[in-house]
């Protein structure tokens, strides 16, 4: 089935991003896979799990809610076509991979293509039951011992029994 979010919605999504692109035709159908699948989920409880920062992104961002500003998108930089979305309330969760080819199609009829295509000749669905990640945020954040800023203990490194930022462990790596 093609693409059900409005000419109005797809219109919006297409400014938000600023053109429109085989890549953003993606993100916004990953989008529509996500919502028809948790068509009950309060917004704020879903969770993305990005493994490209491509156009795509900017779709899921704009029709899902998940933002890198509320902390309930999260980049995992793989480079691939990938999107995992989990439901926070009932833990469940999937991984799409976008798997169609559309060979020796021009940018117009990729959009279209993708834009027509049933959701699941488009993407592979695998279950997740690992449950959401964790948001960085939440983890304690801790003193860097060189510069003294505060920052989230996932971004820390050690270095010669120090935790530093990672400003100052790549000037201490550099000279080392
Ligand atoms: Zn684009
Ligand atoms: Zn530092």
Redesign the pocket.
């Known amino acids: 089935m093609a693409c059900k979010f409005s000419t109005e919605q797809i219109r919006k999504t297409i400014e938000f991003?600023g053109?429109s692109?085989p890549?953003?035709a993606i993100g916004m159908r990953a989008a529509e896979y996500c919502l028809t699948s948790f068509p009950d989920a309060d917004p704020t409880a879903l969770v993305c799990v990005t493994e490209t920062d491509m156009?795509g992104v900017d779709g899921i961002q704009y029709l899902t809610g998940c933002t890198f500003g509320k902390g309930n998108l999260i980049h995992r930089d793989y480079g691939k076509m990938a999107f995992s979305f989990f439901d926070r309330t009932t833990n469940e969760g999937f991984r799409l991979v976008f798997s169609y080819t559309t060979e020796g199609a021009g940018k117009e009829d990729m959009i279209k293509c993708v834009m027509e295509t049933d959701l699941s000749e488009l993407f592979t669905r695998q279950e997740l039951h690992s449950g959401a990640p964790r948001s960085a945020r939440v983890l304690t954040g801790m003193i860097c011992e060189s510069c003294g800023e505060r920052t989230m203990e996932s971004r820390t490194r050690r270095y010669r029994g120090q935790t530093l930022c990672i400003p100052c462990f790549r000037q201490v790596d550099q000279k080392a």
Do not use: I, Q
């Open positions: 991003h053109h692109c890549g953003l156009c």
